[in-house]
Each structure stands twice: as structure tokens, then as C-alpha cells.
């Protein structure tokens, strides 16, 4: 159990505050103490768990002592940070991880063999591009399965599972300094049956693992290294090592040396420790609903979650802490959600603003890529200037929502452009043939100037002198005979001596190098320069051209051809969602395209199951390993998402049909009768030991949080009333977590919002394509309605939804045109044809004025 020391420390970006461990980057004492509160209180009910000893600085201390047993677990829950400072598990699970810029500044050369490999294992047979990254290792790994398992049994040897993914960069770290070292490859591969794991492939091992590595260390993050008896129980746990002693840091080698000891010595001791500390785990992650709880009342829990997010929000660049700084779309998505019922009151006058001005500074910062599109994983400092310039699907999924949804209440079209922005770089760069969409693009690269090692954002930054000779014309009309250079680099921040500070570059790789960041609006940097703003903004478009021509012939950062139902899903939903907002017939085409590669490629309609993961061959064709992963519950929940978004923009009811199909199959996999809501994995896989409830929205939004609306939506769809009730025991199931800590699950009280101010359906009657029908279906989409139910019919080419809605045939077009039906619980007002009219009546049927 690894313990950050205060000096000498590895830290995920994610793992924004531990107070031991001094990691707390520059914030408010006021707010921290606000977030503080809000956690213990959240905690209060496990205040009692028994305290057992951790023994881990026997191993992991290069001064350590013999091991003892005996003694106390430390209190602890499954999530043990603050939700406003998550831990890594918790708040973004994907970021690449840091250490000190006062520790390990003499890290290997991060560059690319170029010798044969003398090593070959059984992890060349895998799919998983992070699992192929370890296939010349020389170490003895094993892909998760029963063959190590079996192994570790007959030998009676401790497991070493090494967790990451294929675009962490401390994961290439730890590899390139200790997975291809031979004599630690030696050590490995004769004492431990070694066990290498794709976090994104098999998200329930990794939330296991990373529960036992948080609650012992009070830490985690990538790679995450755990030590395990061959009945799969961990003893120990961490996350980087060095491969030698660093100052109070232990290195991968004495590690092992003295688990080897300890393992043949006072393995007793090893084993009931470890085995106490997983019983309390299983104890302290429930969540269970009480017998005839009901779910907490929605206006108090989102007044509460709003008030949480003021006290974190950070005033002047827009965000939840002042650095590192997250896009966190689900906290943006609420607050809009928030607005549309509190629209009159200052509160939620204060909560569009809150997310209006973040996207808005998000759009201006180096955080977003302003000349190949997309956004990059989170910014290094607090004004969204220097990233860390991974890039997530997941990711560009939510914030193509996000952004879009900030069109809607604001009017604004650079929200609107940004979405299409997004979207664009996804098309372009994270699509598949197949129709499938790529899990992310990683931020180190070689650099154009040439070399062998690889760089943090070598594809991304530029020199001023590059940008001189790449605009170096001189502007018709400019004032001093300025050229196109010289005005993009006004706009964008360019300076001669690079524009990124020290402190945001601990290990030199972007000196003398510029992040893109608007620095004025077109207007003034139009006014500079003596140019009409029009003028001013076609050449920027046209700088921007060539500066992205020029970037395609950099050497690439990996690419991460794994493609995931659950991310897709997310992505599935932001092309409808935009598409339909913007009536763009591409995008929809786009998303088709998408939901029909989930069918075809991770469904598996004979077993009825979704599979995880499928991946891009040699030929660019799609391949499945065998036995394929089958799905988690995030994949459900996620496609059946995407599906009901993807029915809302099409009107084609198989999308409907499929959603209400997926839906049956996850209650069947993953319902918790007794407790209520829905556990992340199959419970019946024995290989994995802790059966948990995903209680937090991060990164990805938890997948009960996306169920709780989910089931309450069928439920209309499909005149389901047991779904409006399961949807209803889910949120009882959170309700403690709801009621302390509602930051911790925005996406949750969303649905709990919706639960409380009832769906209201939108009916419109017509062909499906018609003019008249588009028309209306403009004016619903041009508006944000969070709990609005689409629903069209159109005669005989319904029967799915007339068979679940009896009550749709009573409703039909008046006077041979489209018309549309505003109702609650199947309840309508009359009748509208006129688009304008049914605006307006829209509006006037938000909650809000219905609560009026």
C-alpha cells in the first residue's frame, strides 16, 4: 500500500488534493473547507468502521522495518476524496499522470526503439493497443483470464496486475524504465505471475483494484500497480514506481525484493491483512436503498448541488477549481438544467451564467485545439491555457452536448460553432469505416525537428518563427505593413520567446514553443490592424487552413483504434443531439451510421449481449477477439442513451425498439433486487471481488446515473409503469449520497429533476419527412427542454408506438397538416400547426411557469 510521501511524491493530475501529501495546487481556503464539509458530512454514516492497521511501509519504505500484523484499518469509504476533489477513480479517469517537478526530472529518454525486438509475449496475440505496447516487454505478462489465474494456482505464486491504458504517459514512463529493463523483467516473470490490464477493456477490474490502492494509500491513479494472492485478493498496492530508490521513494526493485520475502516469511500475515481489508470494503461500498425508502426531494438536493458548484466555481477563467481545471460537462450540463426550472430566481440566473462563461473561456483556451479542432483532456493551470493535449472521446461526446445546449438557452453561435467544431475534428480523426468511433488520440509525440524522443505536445505547439514562415504575407490594407503572421500572433498569443510559463513546463518539452490561446476578440484585433472585422476573421480562418495543412505532415501522436460501446454511446448521442438542433442532415447521416456499427459490430443478438470492445485490423477492417469482453453496465446504459437521442433526431422507431430491448437485458445483467439500483458489472463473475455501485458522475457520467433517465423515459416510450418505478428505487438507492453530496452526482439529480417535474410529451402527427412535419420538429429542437418526451406518429407506420401508447390514436392532423400536441401524462393542450405557436407554448409549459 503505497503512501504519497510529502517531498518525493507521483501524483494523476486528477488527484487534485490530499493534505498529507501536500498536493494541493493554489486554492481558496474558503472553498476548500466548503468542499471539506460537504464530504464529511457525506461520510458521517461510516464514521464507525473499524480501524485496522496498514502495513504497507514494511515494503514499500526503503527504511521500512520487518512487516508486522495486527492493528487497525483506517476509516474509509469507496470514494475517498471530496467530490469537488476527486480522486483519480472518480473525477476523470482517463488523465495521463504527473509527478513533482521537484522529483524524477532525470526520467528516461522518452523515445522509440528502433532495434528488432528481442522479446515477444503472449500479449502479441491481443487486440488492445495498450495491451500491444507491453508485447516486447521483457516480462513474462499475461492477459486478464483464466490462464493466469490457473497458473498462479498451480505454482502458488503472488499475481503483479499492472493497470493503464494505452495513452498514459506514466504508463509509457514505468514501461520504458522497468517493463523493458531485463533484470526486472527477470525478477517479474520468475517470482510473480504477471498480469497486464487495458482499464479501458476492463473498467470492473480496474474500479477493484483502484478501490483497494484509494483506501489503503489515499491515493491513485495510472499505471496502478497491485499485488494480489493467486485467489485474485490484493495485499498491496500502488501506482508509478521508479525502477531504483529515489530519495524517501522505494523502486520497483526493492519492492519486489521485499514482497518476494515477505511472500515466503510472513505470508500469513500478507493474507488475513489483505483479506480484512477487502471485507471492510465490502462493507463500506454499498448502496443499498432502506426498505420503503423513497427517493429525496428534487428541489432541495438541486438547490443544494447548485449551491455546492457556486462555492467551488471559479470566477475569473469560469470552472471548479483554480488548477489543474476539468471541462467536468456533466457540472455544465446541470446548471443549464438547473436554469431552465429556476429561470425567474438569481440563483438560476447565476447558474447559466456559471456555465455560459466557462464554455465560453473553455472555447478561448489552449484547452481547446484551435487549429485541428477538438478539445485536449484538461488544463494545467487555471486560465484553460496549457493542457495536458490527450484527447478522449468521451470527452468530445459530452462537450459537443454541452456546447450545443449553450446555443440553445444563450442564442450565441460560437457555441454552436464550437459543437460542430468538435465534431468535425471526431469525423476527421477518431472515425472508423465501419461507422465505429476510436477511444483517443495521446499527447506525446515525436517532434517535427526530428529525433527520437517524444514530446508532451509535440504535434500541437509552435515556434513564432513558424508561424512567420508559414504566414509571411503581407496584409492589403493592414496598418505597418503588418502580415498575416503578424496578426494571428497578435490574436493567438505568439511570442518569440514561447508563451507557456515555467512552472507549466516542469520538465522543459515546450520551451520556447506557443499554445494558441484568443487573446482578443476579432473586433479589437480587427481595430488593431485597421481591418473590418469580416476581414479580420477570413484571415484567421485561412491562417488557421494552412497552420492545420502544415500539422498533418508532423509525426502523429498513438492513436487508440480500440473502439468501446460505451464511449460510442456518447458519442452516438452528441451526433443526434447536434444534428438535430442544427437540422444538419450530415450529422444525422453520421449518427445512423453510428448506431448501426454498434449493432452490427458489439451486439451480439443471438446471446443478446452487448460486447465491450471491438477493434480496427491490420486492413482496417473490424476485429473482435475471442471470447469477446462482453459489456459492463456503462455499455448499456450508454447505448441505450444514445439510442433514445438517436430515435428523438430520426423519428425511426427501430431505434426505440432497440433501446427498450437493451434496457430488458441490462435489468436481467446487472438490477440489485435486493438494494436497488444497478451493479457496474455482472455479479455472478466470481473473478471480481467487490460488486460495486458507481456513485459518482466524473469524467463519464455514472451509469446509474444515465439509467435513472433512462427508465424513466421507456417508461413513457414503452407504457412501462415497472420502469418509472426501478427508476424510482435507483434514486432511493443514492439518496443519502443525493442528499449530503449532491456535487458528487449532477447527472443523477438531473434525473431526479425530471422525476419531480414530470416529462412532458411533445406529440407531433405527420409524415415524417414533410415540410410541415420539419417545421415543428425545427421548433422543438431549437429550444432546451431537459425533460421533454418526443414522440411521433404518423398512422399505420407507428404500430410500436401505437401497440405501448394507445392513447396516440386519438391524436392525428388537423386540417391535413402537421400538428402538435403538448401534454403531460398523455394530459394535451389543443392542438398547434403554426411552429411559432408551439414555441411559445413550449416555453410557456416549462416547469417553471407550470409551477407558477
Same mark, same amino acid.
Given at each position: 500500500?503505497?503512501?504519497? &510521501? ?53 515494503? !514499500? ?38 509527478? +513533482? ?71 509509457? /514512463? ?27 477493456? *476492463? ?24 499485488? &494480489? ?56 461500498? /454499498? ?44 457540472? &455544465? ?17 447565476? @447558474? !447559466? ?71 468535425? #475534428? ?48 503581407? /496584409? ?128 451480439? @443478438? ?9 477493434? *480496427? ?18 455499455? #448499456? ?30 435489468? @436481467? ?14 455479479? +455472478? ?34 407504457? *412501462? ?23 458528487? !452526482? ?30 415543428? &420538429? ?61 414555441? *411559445?407554448?413550449?416555453?410557456?409549459? +416549462? ?6
Amino acid at each position: 500500500m503505497f503512501r504519497l &510521501l510529502p517531498e518525493s511524491f507521483g501524483w494523476c493530475a486528477s488527484t487534485t488534493y490530499f493534505t498529507k501529501a501536500r498536493l494541493v495546487p493554489k486554492q481558496h481556503p474558503g472553498r476548500i473547507r466548503m468542499i471539506r464539509v460537504a464530504w464529511r458530512r457525506s461520510a458521517s454514516t461510516n464514521s464507525r468502521v473499524e480501524r485496522a492497521r496498514l502495513f504497507d511501509a514494511a515494503f !514499500l519504505r526503503a527504511e521500512s522495518p520487518p512487516l508486522n500484523s495486527g492493528g487497525h484499518v483506517r476509516r474509509f469509504r469507496r470514494v475517498l476524496h471530496p467530490p469537488g476533489e476527486r480522486s483519480p477513480l472518480h473525477h476523470h479517469p482517463q488523465t495521463a499522470c504527473y509527478l +513533482s517537478s521537484s522529483v524524477f526530472m532525470s526520467m528516461a529518454s522518452k523515445g522509440t526503439p528502433s532495434t528488432p525486438h528481442k522479446h515477444t509475449n503472449r500479449l502479441a496475440e491481443e487486440r488492445s493497443p495498450y495491451l500491444l505496447q507491453h508485447a516486447h516487454n521483457p516480462v513474462d505478462w499475461y492477459p486478464w483470464g483464466q490462464d493466469a489465474f490457473d497458473r498462479a494456482k498451480n505454482e502458488d505464486k503472488p499475481i503483479f496486475l499492472s493497470v493503464g491504458y494505452s495513452t498514459c504517459h506514466w504508463c509509457h /514512463v514505468m514501461e520504458r524504465e522497468s517493463f523493458e529493463d531485463t533484470e526486472i523483467g527477470k525478477i517479474l516473470s520468475d517470482n510473480f505471475v504477471c498480469i497486464k490490464v487495458d482499464r479501458e477493456e *476492463r473498467p470492473d477490474v480496474d474500479k477493484v483494484y483502484m478501490t483497494f490502492v484509494q483506501a489503503t494509500s489515499g491515493g491513485g491513479g495510472w499505471p496502478m500497480s497491485v499485488w &494480489l494472492t493467486p485467489d485474485l485478493r490484493p495485499f498491496i498496492g500502488g501506482t508509478y514506481f521508479p525502477p531504483t530508490d529515489h530519495a524517501r521513494r522505494p523502486g520497483l526493485k526493492t519492492v519486489l525484493n521485499r514482497i518476494i520475502e515477505q511472500w515466503q516469511n510472513n505470508r500469513p500475515a500478507l493474507e488475513s491483512t489483505g483479506a480484512r481489508i477487502l471485507e471492510e470494503l465490502k462493507k463500506g461500498t /454499498v448502496v443499498a436503498a432502506k426498505p420503503g425508502e423513497s427517493p429525496p426531494p428534487a428541489p432541495d438536493v438541486a438547490k443544494r448541488c447548485f449551491q455546492q458548484l457556486a462555492h467551488s466555481y471559479e470566477e475569473e477563467y469560469g470552472g471548479f477549481r483554480d488548477a489543474p481545471k476539468f471541462p467536468t460537462p456533466v457540472n &455544465l450540463m446541470f446548471l443549464m438544467s438547473y436554469w431552465s426550472v429556476n429561470r425567474s430566481t438569481s440563483e438560476g440566473v447565476e @447558474a !447559466l451564467r456559471m456555465a455560459l462563461h466557462t464554455l465560453r473561456m473553455m472555447a478561448l483556451g489552449g484547452i481547446h485545439d484551435h487549429v485541428a479542432q477538438g478539445f485536449h483532456r484538461y488544463s494545467t493551470d487555471s486560465s484553460w491555457h496549457v493542457p495536458h493535449f490527450e484527447k478522449m472521446l468521451y470527452d468530445q461526446a459530452q462537450l459537443a452536448v454541452a456546447y450545443i445546449t449553450a446555443s440553445q438557452v444563450s442564442g450565441e453561435q460560437l457555441f454552436a460553432d464550437v459543437a460542430k467544431d468538435i465534431l468535425l #475534428y471526431v469525423s476527421r480523426d477518431l472515425s472508423d469505416n465501419s461507422g465505429g468511433f476510436y477511444s483517443a488520440e495521446d499527447a506525446d509525440s515525436v517532434a517535427a525537428s526530428g529525433g527520437p524522443e517524444k514530446r508532451e505536445g509535440a504535434f500541437c505547439v509552435w515556434t513564432a518563427s513558424e508561424v512567420r514562415e508559414l504566414l509571411p504575407d503581407v /496584409v492589403e490594407g493592414a496598418t505597418g505593413a503588418a502580415t498575416q503572421a503578424d496578426i494571428f500572433s497578435h490574436h493567438y498569443g505568439v511570442k518569440e520567446q514561447g508563451n507557456v510559463a515555467p512552472e507549466q513546463d516542469p520538465h522543459g518539452e515546450l520551451q520556447g514553443q506557443n499554445v494558441l490561446i484568443v487573446r482578443y476578440s476579432v473586433e479589437l484585433t480587427a481595430a488593431r490592424f485597421g481591418l473590418r472585422a469580416e476581414r479580420a476573421e477570413e484571415l484567421l480562418a485561412e491562417a488557421r487552413g494552412k497552420m492545420a495543412t502544415a500539422r498533418a505532415g508532423r509525426p502523429r501522436p498513438h492513436l487508440d483504434t480500440k473502439m468501446l460501446a460505451s464511449w460510442n454511446g456518447l458519442m452516438l448521442s452528441a451526433y443526434a443531439t447536434v444534428g438535430a438542433v442544427l437540422g444538419d442532415k450530415a450529422l444525422l447521416e453520421r449518427a445512423v451510421r453510428a448506431g448501426n456499427f454498434l449493432r452490427e459490430h458489439l451486439w451480439d @443478438a443471438e446471446r443478446q449481449t452487448i460486447l465491450r470492445s471491438c477493434y *480496427r485490423g491490420d486492413e482496417m477492417e473490424v476485429q473482435q477477439i475471442s471470447p469477446p469482453i462482453s459489456g459492463f453496465l456503462d455499455d #448499456y446504459a450508454f447505448v441505450v442513451c444514445g439510442a433514445l437521442h438517436l430515435y428523438e433526431a430520426t423519428l425511426q422507431t427501430e431505434w426505440l425498439q432497440w433501446a427498450e430491448e437493451l434496457q430488458l437485458r441490462q435489468d @436481467a445483467l446487472f438490477w440489485d433486487q435486493q438494494g436497488g439500483g444497478y451493479f457496474c458489472s455482472d455479479p +455472478s463473475d466470481g473473478t471480481v471481488l467487490l460488486q460495486l455501485k458507481e456513485d459518482q458522475d466524473g469524467a463519464e457520467p455514472s451509469a446509474n446515473s444515465v439509467s435513472a433517465s433512462n427508465l424513466l423515459r421507456l417508461s413513457h416510450y414503452c407504457g *412501462r409503469l415497472e420502469w418509472h418505478q426501478r427508476s424510482q428505487q435507483l434514486l432511493a438507492a443514492f439518496s443519502d449520497r443525493l442528499t449530503r453530496v449532491p456535487i458528487a !452526482l449532477p447527472q443523477m439529480v438531473q434525473a431526479l429533476m425530471a422525476e419531480h417535474y414530470k416529462l412532458q410529451q411533445i406529440v407531433i402527427c405527420g409524415q415524417r419527412d414533410a415540410p410541415d412535419t420539419s417545421s415543428l &420538429l425545427a421548433a422543438v429542437h431549437s429550444l432546451f427542454l431537459p425533460h421533454k418526451l418526443l414522440v411521433h406518429t404518423d398512422g399505420d407506420a407507428d404500430g410500436f408506438l401505437r401497440e405501448r401508447l394507445p392513447v396516440l390514436s386519438s391524436m392525428s392532423r388537423r386540417g391535413g397538416v402537421a400538428t402538435a400536441y403538448v401534454c403531460q401524462d398523455f394530459t394535451c393542450s389543443p392542438p398547434v400547426t403554426d411552429p411559432q405557436e408551439l414555441r *411559445r407554448l413550449l416555453l410557456d409549459g +416549462s416547469p417553471e411557469r407550470r409551477a407558477e
